[in-house]
């Protein structure tokens, strides 16, 4: 594998025990219908493996894809084959949650994987699969199950992290640093999870005990009003399943998250980051909102790519997710773009576009999607997180009376 | 790859012209459910993909498995869960065969894979495949789809086959002995499977214009009478769906082979290469036919999973196929066992426990299990072949009247 035997075995571990906390007895699948393991990643899914079945798996079912392979479908089917998703593969997901399996995912996208394929085919191939996984999509918003997203470098990802450095010594670097940003690396890691745990349970708490009515972002090229849904409950670190099982969605995990009303986001919002979004990069992207709706946009690279997002469907124009990371967050401190979702949404403040988690309503988890509409959260097959964050960054909160209370200064939590 | 690319890409080319003989606008699966692509022949699939998509395949879709994961499994999964198969999956190939897809089988299984592994559990997870399976594989064993079986050297395969050999030299060496005996390593290979075909369609035609009754087998340790269905047809190369998709399912093939009855079989029989089942190794098989059922069996090493095979079902009791190649065949020639039925078939004449393939029967495609059974065709969840070919194998066909012809004298064709 690489130089750290023992910390790929520690952070497989956290994977299993803090990440999914995988009971006994439990299915496990690693790899989803969407985003199946890349092959070159199967030493460490063997690591992952036989952490699970250590923890007592029933069975591992582990769905692996050759990215390049991937590549080839984009550019050469034929276009109305992208519009087909497999069913029963959708089915098989389906069912697998329906019977209490757990689901770990290894997110590690090329970001210049689909470079020069038409981002037409690569929406429709995108809209095929959200639409197929719906209901799948729409159990795991609800946490429904335990589930979690982590990663591992692939040689296309590292070379995009680490361009500067000789080809052979990039995937151990970004290995460094998936297993710092994890805590993988030092002599406890459970014991530091559990404190880092403490620390956004902490979060969570002071701001629900603000309760909010809105949040003022100001930034260059930001000025921003996002109403909060009434009964939104701020989240961070650990959810909790239906029956009980006590997870930790992502790995890592800095942020803070709640929920907007859909209808309640105002003014212009600048991306600080690039997006990599099925498999292109968006960058310098600009959003403008009235009434909660995104009535203008725009990207200096990546426009048709941004377009076909927004445009999936109609909750695609809307926020389902607005989350808080501070600059001196043990990854922003890498001082690092990642072109992974799931490191940039932890260096920096970031919104998503699409599906609202209803566990950010107080009682959210038992209600019907009308329900959960009239209480003002947005629904989408999508979700998408885009970072905001930056060292200028200022939030405000304002409270049911009026008043306005530091929130977010210089880029750092302000209290 | 390895260094012969353009080797492989003509053996990649034939796969998909020749072997499935691919139609533009057919969607193609490589992999199949119970048979994935390893991992690390990713490389490989990618060439068969590229081609696939220069024949017009309309989408290509890549089942791959790790073999150190599979292990796992068999290994450490919960009893029960080795019993059931994931129907979602079995589904979705049969849908894609009802939809007119084709199959693409990489079969490179690492023939030490499973050992220390209780043949018990290994056993109740083949039978799950094969009836999760069993539609789908009714349909292939009656060609009403176009597919292939190739292969492809894997490191723990390529160890087994050439252990002499240092270990960055023996992937090379089987590469070589693969791309020799599909002709992919020659001027034309394309000329040579055409000219390769015809002398086998002229063998099928010689054996069915006698239209033997009866095959007599002497050998060292075997002496079987095998009648022959009545309708029998002799088949080599070539198969045609009911579509008329000419395709030809093994590359290498050298055989030519027929049905026995079902109830015809009588004596003993010796097998002459030790066989690789569901990652065991079966060595010295002996078996006992009475009225064409298998009553006695032995074998030196691996005889419960021996047992595990013949007691499958009713069927696995009884024989299957009747298949001749002479030792003087291209495979046969290299000497070398390939601990792979693919190849080790094609270099000595075997039988097969299990299910008959229906397009050895004049008009069989076309009838049920009920009319099959009536003309002696055997039935089963299961489909192995064994070898029994030797240089000290002697064949005599029986006629309708009773005289004996010479059809194989020292392990070759007697005329």
Redesign the interface.
């Known amino acids: 594998l690489s130089p750290h035997q023992s910390h790929l075995e520690r952070y497989a571990e956290l994977a299993i025990r803090i990440g999914l906390n995988l009971q006994p007895?439990q299915?496990l699948y690693i790899g989803s219908a969407s985003t199946p393991v890349p092959?070159?990643l199967?030493p460490f899914?063997?690591l992952l493996?036989?952490k699970a079945?250590d923890a007592g798996?029933?069975?591992?079912?582990?769905q692996?894809?050759?990215e390049?392979?991937s590549r080839?479908?984009m550019e050469?089917?034929?276009e109305e084959?992208?519009a087909e998703f497999?069913l029963?593969?959708a089915?098989?997901y389906e069912?697998a949650a329906d019977n209490g399996a757990a689901f770990l995912v290894v997110y590690a996208p090329n970001p210049d994987l689909m470079q020069g394929v038409d981002p037409k085919r690569l929406t429709t191939a995108a809209r095929a699969s959200q639409k197929a996984l719906v209901r799948f999509s729409g159990k795991l918003s609800n946490m429904d199950f335990n589930w979690a997203l982590i990663s591992a470098p692939t040689d296309g990802w590292a070379a995009k992290v680490y361009p500067g450095l000789p080809s052979g010594e990039r995937t151990e670097a970004l290995w460094r640093d998936i297993l710092y940003t994890v805590r993988a690396d030092n002599g406890d890691p459970v014991a530091a999870w559990q404190e880092h745990l403490d620390l956004l349970r902490e979060r969570a708490r002071y701001l629900n005990e603000r309760r909010f009515r809105r949040l003022h972002y100001r930034a260059p090229g930001t000025d921003l009003s996002l109403e909060l849904a009434d009964a939104h409950l701020w989240l961070g670190g650990e959810n909790d399943t239906p029956g009980g099982i006590t997870f930790v969605p992502n790995l890592p995990t800095e942020e803070v998250f709640s929920v907007p009303r859909r209808d309640g986001v105002n003014g212009t919002v600048r991306a600080t980051m690039p997006l990599n979004y099925n498999g292109r990069l968006i960058e310098d992207i600009e959003l403008r909102f009235e009434g909660g709706r995104i009535v203008d946009y725009k990207a200096s690279s990546g426009y048709e790519t941004l377009k076909g997002l927004i445009e999936t469907d109609d909750g695609s124009h809307y926020l389902g997710e607005v989350a808080l990371v501070p600059v001196d967050s043990p990854i922003a401190r890498l001082n690092r773009l990642f072109y992974n979702t799931l490191f940039d949404e932890n260096a920096a403040c970031h919104l998503a576009i699409g599906r609202a988690y209803p566990p950010c309503l107080e009682g959210g988890t038992a209600m019907s999607k009308e329900e959960l509409l009239r209480h003002g959260l947005n629904d989408s097959i999508t979700h998408v997180d885009f970072m905001i964050g930056s060292a200028d960054l200022e939030i405000d909160g304002e409270t049911a009376n009026g008043e306005r209370v530091p929130v977010f200064r210089a880029g750092k939590w302000a209290f």
């Open positions: 007895g299915v092959v070159e199967a899914a063997r493996v036989s079945y798996a029933r069975r591992v079912f582990v692996f894809q050759d390049q392979i080839m479908t050469r089917a034929a084959a992208l497999p029963h593969l089915r098989m069912e």
